[in-house]
């Protein structure tokens, strides 16, 4: 004789639901749909402006709206390496947004791609509002979406789990379809990489930057020899290029053509002038040994340097277009939009204030304002 024994159910009536488990696959997949957005506008952006790169524009954004006294800090904490730091935390943060973007797409890749899409379009209107840019610089990023988007969906599809074909077994074509996501991945990061750092050093724009240094009309004084004082960790008394402090708020360096750059001058002078970089050349030239230092150098800090430069004062061209009446000092704008305002004062007295083209004998480096 059997006796029945009673079980407890399940609450819900006899049935479990299985909680879904982290989609890391498809979050995986987003990241690098991101990424593919990034390498081919990198790649892209080799054939227009520097700033014409997503991340170097949305980065120049941020700098601009961030307040100064923010800056200062940065630069406090962080000295040359804040825009290591800057480009870092970017990455940190696009790789969180486009991994929650492709775990929505493990289960509604259309919105993924919509919002991948949108990411696209956002960088684009920031990579327009660049003071350097024009409207074919947004091609970059655009190629970069379209490629990127249909990527994304391609890429996501493939994590799931396929369908087993016939003669294989389901893991094994699982297995496959994740090798081709991870070589998708790590291409796209190579291509990403190698596209950021071909736009970082520019060699074409380097050798365009290789002209003869005119001869100066005045030579710097001879520097002393117990100029140097040999002291153990004292650096040298002239500052080698490549030793230079550089600090300034452009995540990329402009890339200007000589042929095209112009010097104008105008607003309250009586005669405008504007001269090309051949004409400039052509200028009287002086030579002097100047020291300069960042504002948020601190005592015995090394954002500082002294350097020998080439170039014309700045004084004799305002007394050719004749300053104005009111005038009390002069803005200075570089071509992705920075400026700078200088007193009068200082650069029409005994100082020789240099719109400099040579530095130690050399042409006037790329990263320190050339041209």
Same mark, same amino acid.
Do not use: C
């Given at each position: 004789?059997?006796?029945?024994?009673?079980?407890?159910?399940?609450?819900?009536?006899?049935?479990?639901?299985?909680?879904?488990? @982290?989609?890391?696959?498809?979050?995986?997949?987003?990241? @690098?749909?991101?990424?593919?957005?990034?390498?081919?506008?990198?790649?892209?952006? #080799?054939a227009f402006s520097s700033s014409s790169a997503p991340f170097v524009a949305v980065g120049g954004g941020f700098i601009d709206i961030i307040p100064p006294w923010v800056k200062d800090v940065a630069i406090g904490l962080f000295g040359t390496w804040d825009k290591i730091v800057l480009f870092a935390s970017m990455v940190a943060v696009y790789v969180v947004l486009t991994a929650l973007n492709g775990a929505l797409g493990a289960r509604r890749?259309?919105?993924?791609?919509?919002?991948?899409?949108? #990411?696209?379009?956002?960088?684009?209107? @920031?990579?327009?509002?660049?003071?350097?840019?024009?409207?074919?610089d947004a091609i970059p990023t655009l190629l970069g979406t379209v490629v990127a988007v249909p990527t994304l969906l391609l890429l996501?599809?493939?994590?799931?789990?396929?369908?087993?074909?016939?003669? %294989?077994?389901?893991?094994?074509?699982?297995?496959?379809? #994740?090798?081709g996501v991870g070589a998708v991945g790590v291409l796209a990061v190579i291509v990403a990489a190698g596209a950021r750092g071909v736009n970082a050093t520019r060699e074409v724009?380097?050798?365009?930057?290789?002209?003869?240094?005119? %001869?100066?009309?005045t030579r710097a004084e001879q520097i002393p020899d117990d100029a140097q004082v040999d002291v153990e960790g004292m650096p040298?008394?002239?500052?080698?290029?490549?030793d230079f402090y550089r600090i300034d708020t452009a995540l990329a360096v402009p890339r200007v053509d000589p042929t095209t750059w112009e010097l104008r001058i105008h607003g309250l002078v009586d005669?405008?002038? %504007?001269?090309?970089?051949?004409?400039?050349?052509?200028?009287?030239? @002086?030579?002097?040994h100047v020291t300069l230092t960042c504002v948020s150098n601190t005592v015995g800090g090394d954002l500082a340097g002294n350097a020998t430069w080439l170039g014309v004062p700045v004084r004799t061209l305002l007394e050719r277009v004749g300053v104005k009446d009111g005038a009390d000092m002069v803005l200075s704008r570089s071509v992705d939009g920075f400026t700078a305002s200088t007193p009068l004062e200082a650069?029409?007295?005994?100082?020789?204030?240099?719109?400099?083209?040579?530095?130690?004998g050399e042409p006037l480096p790329q990263e320190h304002g050339y041209p």
């Open positions: 004789m059997s006796t029945p024994t009673a079980h407890q159910g399940p609450a819900d009536g006899g049935h479990r639901t299985a909680r879904p488990g @982290i989609p890391w696959w498809s979050m995986l997949a987003g990241v @690098i749909g991101g990424v593919v957005l990034l390498a081919v506008a990198e790649l892209a952006s #080799l890749p259309r919105t993924a791609a919509a919002v991948l899409a949108g #990411l696209g379009v956002f960088a684009t209107v @920031i990579v327009l509002t660049r003071a350097q840019n024009s409207v074919p996501l599809r493939a994590v799931r789990s396929p369908a087993a074909e016939p003669g %294989t077994d389901a893991a094994w074509s699982r297995r496959r379809s #994740l090798v724009a380097r050798r365009a930057a290789e002209f003869t240094l005119p %001869t100066p009309r040298a008394y002239v500052t080698p290029n490549e005669r405008e002038l %504007t001269l090309s970089f051949e004409e400039l050349l052509a200028e009287p030239m @002086i030579e002097k650069l029409i007295d005994d100082r020789d204030s240099l719109i400099a083209v040579g530095m130690n």
